[in-house]
């Protein structure tokens, strides 16, 4: 088994995670942006805002190819 097959088996499982819990890793994506905005003083809300949304499109669409 090569790292490729290793690489494949990993993001497998990731996906299947996802399409599990999908909503807790929104969360945690959620939860890491407003951390972000909290120790940058707010100055870079927009840009953290969107993101945090592209993190979590990213994510729905990797939990969508589970299904």
């Known amino acids: 088994m090569g790292i490729g097959d290793k690489f494949d088996e990993l993001k497998d499982k990731a996906k ?3 399409g599990q ?16 905005d909290d120790k940058t003083g707010g100055q870079h809300s927009e840009h953290i805002g969107q993101g945090t949304e592209k993190a979590k499109e990213g994510l729905r669409d990797l939990g969508d190819q589970q299904r």
């Open 21 to 36: 819990h999908g909503d807790k890793a929104e969360q945690g994506v959620d939860r890491a942006g407003q951390f972000v």
């Open 16 to 18: 299947d995670a996802l």
